[in-house]
């Protein structure tokens, strides 16, 4: 259930939006800017308000990597899986960030700390396999012995308690 907090994000996006179709992506990503992620009562009052479908606003919405339906983590962790990263033991690596978190690929913690998620090629394949942190900080030549040390980072230097 949204709270009234989130709504009244919504609601001041969709002030200047009303029924201009055009602009849904643009009101898609203010509206995850705002409240984080774009929640299902967000995406009704996004449907609603532009005259949409909201079959419509989804299908536009799922077909961009960009945009989010459930809640992520403060921090957001992507390990590389480009072809590179791939053959120098990016599964191995991704399967011990599992282990650690206690969590899958594409989920969050409990306490919404961090996202695990996956990645193509980030343009470091020189250094494969690789991780980031926020889209900031980039972990080059891991090994699943690496990955306590960029949690316990991430913990540390990010406030996290994972
Ligand atoms: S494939 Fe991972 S950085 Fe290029």
Same mark, same amino acid.
């Given at each position: 259930? *949204?709270?009234?907090?989130?709504?009244?994000?919504?609601?001041?996006? @969709?002030?200047?939006?009303? !029924?201009?179709?055009?602009?849904?992506?643009?009101?898609?990503?203010?509206?995850?800017?705002?409240? !984080?992620? @774009?929640?299902?009562?967000?995406?009704? $009052?996004?449907?609603?308000?532009?005259?949409? =479908?909201? /079959? /419509? &606003?989804?299908?536009?919405?799922?077909?961009?990597? +960009?945009? +989010?339906?459930?809640?992520?983590?403060?921090?957001?962790?992507?390990?590389?899986? !480009?072809?590179?990263? +791939?053959?120098?033991?990016?599964?191995?690596? *991704?399967?011990? $960030?599992?282990?650690? @978190?206690?969590?899958?690929?594409?989920?969050?913690?409990?306490? *919404? =700390?961090?996202?695990?998620?996956?990645?193509?090629?980030?343009?470091?394949?020189?250094?494969?396999?690789?991780?980031? &942190?926020?889209?900031?900080?980039?972990?080059?030549?891991?090994?699943?012995?690496?990955?306590?040390?960029?949690?316990?980072?991430?913990? =540390?230097?990010? !406030?996290? +308690?994972?």
């Amino acid at each position: 259930m *949204l709270q009234q907090e989130d709504i009244n994000k919504v609601d001041a996006v @969709l002030d200047d939006a009303s !029924g201009q179709r055009g602009i849904l992506i643009a009101v898609l990503q203010r509206v995850q800017e705002k409240v !984080g992620y @774009l929640p299902e009562e967000a995406m009704k $009052m996004i449907a609603e308000r532009l005259s949409l =479908s909201l /079959n /419509n &606003v989804y299908g536009v919405a799922s077909f961009y990597k +960009h945009f +989010h339906f459930k809640p992520r983590g403060k921090n957001v962790v992507k390990v590389c899986m !480009g072809t590179a990263c +791939h053959v120098r033991g990016a599964k191995a690596v *991704l399967t011990e $960030m599992e282990a650690k @978190l206690g969590i899958k690929e594409g989920e969050t913690t409990k306490d *919404l =700390s961090v996202t695990l998620e996956t990645v193509g090629c980030v343009g470091c394949c020189a250094l494969a396999p690789v991780a980031t &942190v926020n889209d900031q900080d980039l972990y080059g030549e891991l090994t699943p012995k690496m990955v306590d040390d960029i949690v316990s980072t991430v913990r =540390s230097e990010h !406030g996290t +308690h994972v």
